[in-house]
C-alpha cells in the first residue's frame, strides 16, 4: 500500500486530536470503533475499518488507566491494527483481521508510554499550576493545559506518521511471507482473536454481580438459538440487544415505583390487607 503526503497528514491530524480527546473534549472519540473506521477511510477501504474497529473495540473495551497506570493505547493500537489489515489487503470479516490486531499490539505499547512521557514532563509544571491557582491566573493554568495537549498530540501524531509508513511495508513483507510461513500468520490471527474475549472478560470481572449471571445465561442461550435460524441470524445482535433494553427499562420502572411508595410517607392497611 502506497502513502501520499495527504494520507500521512490526516493521520496526523486524526491521531493529535484522538490523543487529546483520551483526556479532554468527549473521552469517546479515540475509541476504536470511531478510529478505525475513519482511519479506513482515509486509507481508502472503509469497511475494513469498521470492522477492525469493532474487534479491536472488544479488546480494548476492558482496559481502563488506574491512577498513574496506563493500559496499551487504543489509539495507536487502532491505527496501526487497520494500516496492518488495510495494506494486507485482508478480508472484511472478524476472522480476517485477527493477525493485524495481534500486530498493532507493540504500537499500543508505544503509545502507552507517550502518555507516560507526557504525564512526567507535565509533572513539574503542577508547582506552576498551583501559583496560578492561588493568584487566581486563569491564562496561565489554561496554557499549562496548552501545552499538555499539544505535547501529547504531537507525540501521538509522530508516533502514528511512523507506524503508517513503517507499517505499510511491514504488512507488504508479512503479505509476502504468509505465503511460505503460513503457521505465523494462523498464530498470529489466533492470538488476537483470543484477546477479544480478554477484554470483555476484564469488563466482566469488573463489573459483575451475583445477580446478573442469570440475565447473561440468558443472553447466551438467545444469542445461540437465534444464530442457528436462517431467518433471524443476521439479527441476532440487535433481537438481543432489545431484549436486554427491554429489561433494563422495567427494572428501571420497578425500582422506581418502589422508591416513589418508600418515600411517599403513607402508612396504614386498606380493606384489610
Known amino acids: 500500500m502506497d502513502v501520499n503526503i495527504i494520507q500521512a497528514l490526516l493521520v496526523f491530524v486524526v491521531a493529535f486530536i484522538m490523543g487529546i480527546d483520551q483526556f479532554s473534549f468527549l473521552e469517546s472519540l479515540y475509541q476504536p470503533i470511531v478510529l478505525c473506521p475513519i482511519i479506513g477511510a482515509i486509507l481508502g477501504n472503509f469497511q475494513l475499518g469498521v470492522v477492525v474497529g469493532g474487534a479491536y473495540q472488544l479488546i480494548q473495551i476492558g482496559s481502563m488507566p488506574i491512577g498513574g497506570a496506563q493500559p496499551p493505547n487504543a489509539i495507536l493500537g487502532g491505527i496501526m491494527a487497520t494500516v496492518f489489515a488495510v495494506s494486507m489487503n485482508m478480508e472484511a470479516t ?18 502507552q508510554y507517550a502518555v507516560t512521557l507526557t504525564f512526567t514532563i507535565m509533572s513539574g509544571m503542577m508547582a506552576k499550576a498551583d501559583a496560578c491557582a492561588e493568584n487566581a491566573d486563569v491564562k496561565g493554568i489554561r496554557n499549562i493545559n496548552f501545552i499538555e495537549m499539544g505535547i501529547l498530540g504531537c507525540l501521538f501524531g509522530a508516533l502514528a506518521v511512523a507506524g503508517l509508513y513503517g507499517g505499510s511495508k511491514l504488512g507488504i513483507t508479512l503479505k509476502d511471507l504468509s505465503f511460505q510461513f503460513s503457521w505465523v500468520m494462523a498464530g498470529l490471527d489466533a492470538a488476537g482473536g483470543a484477546m477479544k474475549f480478554v477484554g470483555f472478560a476484564i469488563l466482566m470481572k469488573v463489573m459483575m454481580s451475583g445477580e446478573m449471571w442469570g440475565f447473561l445465561l440468558a443472553g447466551f442461550a438467545m444469542s445461540v438459538i437465534c444464530s442457528n435460524i436462517s431467518a433471524i441470524s443476521g439479527a441476532t445482535l440487535l433481537l438481543c440487544a432489545f431484549v436486554g433494553i427491554a429489561i433494563a427499562l422495567y427494572d428501571y ?21
Open 253 to 273: 420502572q420497578v425500582n422506581m415505583k418502589i422508591k416513589n411508595n418508600a418515600g411517599s410517607n403513607v402508612g396504614g392497611v386498606s380493606d384489610g390487607i
Open 94 to 111: 472478524a476472522e480476517g483481521v485477527g493477525a493485524a490486531m495481534g500486530l498493532a499490539i507493540p504500537f499500543a505499547v508505544f503509545g
